[in-house]
């Protein structure tokens, strides 16, 4: 695996380091011991799918609150996706900046997204399928989110007129 860092500290993408033949190629999506060479916690306590049926969905931005913050390791299996982060951080110093990167099934990119970061993703196509790996366990009473269009964030979606759900755009602007 390949980690090549994001402008926000601790965030990674992570591309397939691919041993290739006329068969096709094989590589290793997951690696405790990789992480841990990067300063990583490793833990996955769940993975998740979310099929998404049509181009312009977004759902997001999404985090956990302490104290069971979760680290996610998302891929996108199928179609593609402009996938966001934004460093929640208290203290850092890229603390509401945010960060986009295309994951798709043909670049086999993930996003390593730490703890203390708010996630979510637009699809750009239909059909698209979305794997993540997940630190912590869901805690529905835990859960919350940051308005996708919050001015003070200024994230550049590349699809306007998102598809939404009730919940992610009623998120309060951050004041």
């Not at 269009?149 to 919940?167: M, V």
Request: net charge negative.
């Amino acid at each position: 695996m390949i980690f090549a860092p994001t402008p926000l500290a601790g965030a990674f993408a992570v591309e397939l380091e691919r041993r290739e033949d006329e068969r096709g190629f094989f590589a290793r999506s997951f690696c405790q011991d990789e992480f841990l060479k990067q300063g990583l916690e490793p833990v996955i306590a769940q993975c998740n799918v979310s099929w998404n049926r049509k181009r312009g969905t977004l759902r997001g931005m999404h985090f956990q609150a302490p104290p069971h913050e979760e680290a996610k390791l998302v891929r996108c299996t199928r179609g593609a996706i402009w996938d966001v982060i934004v460093d929640m951080r208290e203290g850092s110093p890229t603390r509401w900046r945010w960060h986009g990167a295309e994951l798709t099934a043909e670049n086999r990119l993930a996003l390593y997204v730490p703890e203390g970061f708010a996630h979510g993703f637009q699809t750009l196509v239909d059909d698209t399928e979305v794997l993540y790996q997940m630190s912590e366990f869901y805690r529905p009473d835990l859960a919350g989110g940051l308005r996708w269009d919050d001015p003070k964030l200024g994230i550049r979606w590349p699809l306007a007129e998102p598809i939404l759900s009730a919940r992610d755009r009623d998120y309060a602007l951050l004041q």
